[in-house]
C-alpha cells in the first residue's frame, strides 16, 4: 500500500498489515491462538506470539484491505460469535491504526483446543 502526499511517500507492507491484524487477534475473546495459513498433514499447530504473521494472509487491491486470518479457537466456546469478535476487532484495529479501508475480513477456524485438564 502506498500513499503519496506533498511532502514524499507512505509504504505500508502487507507484512506490517498482517502483524496489526495477528497482534489484534490474540486479543480476542475465545482464540487460544494463530494457526499456519499453510498446515500440512491435518495437524494445526498454535504458532507462537512472535510468528503470528504465518497465520494471516493479506492483499491489498485499489487501496482495499483483505485480511484472512487462520486461528484456533478455544472449544466450548461459540465458535460464529468469536468469529464474528474477531472480523470486528480487526477491522477496527486496523482501519484506525493505518487509515486503509479493510474490504473484508475472513476468519478459518483451523482447530479447536481442548483443555487437557476438562
Known sequence: M???TFLGRI???PTAIASLAGQAVLECYGVVGMANKNFSAG???VLSRGNVRKGVDV???EHQVYIDLYVVIQHGTRISEVAHGIMNRVKFVVEKALGLD???VNVHV???HID???
Open 110 to 112: 483451523q482447530g479447536l
Open 102 to 104: 479493510v474490504a473484508q
Open 2 to 4: 502506498t500513499e503519496e
Open 11 to 13: 509504504e505500508i507492507s
Open 43 to 45: 495437524i494445526v499447530e
Open 116 to 118: 487437557e485438564h476438562s
Open 59 to 61: 492483499k491489498v487491491i
